[in-house]
T-cell receptor, first 110, second 117 residues
């Protein structure tokens, strides 16, 4: 069974810093990997989706990479802002099901 | 992008009553929808996969008679928590898969906070 882990569980950084969130998965046979953002008491908002054939995807200040062979994905956030404070979740899509990581709670301090 | 609407956003009910949560895909047809449960500061726990026109597939440990799922159309899935008890209080989220074969993206509703008194 696919297991997805995210490190760190929580992260606090001053505004303006660049940061990296990590996601690892045990089974490399994935269809794609998706990064989400969740604000407290809200649903999930899709940030980036990387297909299994891709190495990275970029959207504004966000860059996500994927290394299937090592079972890893990273989400890079450049020039962090207080509005980036949220929980970030990654999900590995095996085709039949999406497996979610445990999330990283990010706090950007003004 | 695709939009998934979930209603209600929050509900408070008495123990023993039933609560229905709706999940609609507004601008695409979703043959498959997923229902998740989330406890505070924890990740999403898949409860069941809802397939249009057929019975839902429940994850191990999820009581199908307790959590009734109906996916009667390509744009609507409902989750009914029957005879709710305080331990059913949780945040419930639905999602739908974008059917475009090159996309396979997952879109989420805004969630429903259920509080059972």
């Amino acid at each position: 069974k696919q297991e997805v882990t995210q490190i760190p569980a929580a992260l606090s950084v001053p505004e303006g810093e660049n940061l990296v969130l990590n996601c690892s998965f045990t089974d490399s046979a994935i269809y794609n990997l998706q990064w989400f953002r969740q604000d407290p008491g809200k649903g999930l908002t899709s940030l980036l989706l990387i297909q299994s054939s891709q190495r990275e995807q970029t959207s504004g200040r966000l860059n996500a990479s994927l290394d299937k062979s090592s079972g890893r994905s990273t989400l890079y956030i450049a020039a962090s802002q207080p509005g980036d404070s949220a929980t970030y979740l990654c999900a590995a899509n095996t085709g039949n099901q999406f497996y979610f990581g445990t999330g990283t709670s990010l706090t950007v301090i003004p | 992008g695709a939009v998934v609407s979930q209603h209600p956003s929050w509900v408070i009910c008495k123990s023993g009553t039933s609560v229905k949560i709706e999940c609609r895909s507004l601008d695409f047809q979703a043959t498959t929808m997923f229902w998740y449960r989330q406890f505070p500061k924890q990740s999403l726990m898949l409860m069941a996969t809802s397939n249009e026109g057929s019975k839902a597939t429940y994850e191990q440990g999820v009581e199908k008679d307790k959590f009734l799922i109906n996916h009667a159309s390509l744009t609507l899935s409902t989750l009914t928590v029957t005879s709710a008890h305080p331990e059913d209080s949780s945040f419930y989220i639905c999602s739908a898969r974008d059917p475009k074969p090159t996309n396979e993206k997952l879109f989420f509703g805004s969630g429903t906070q259920l509080s059972v008194l």
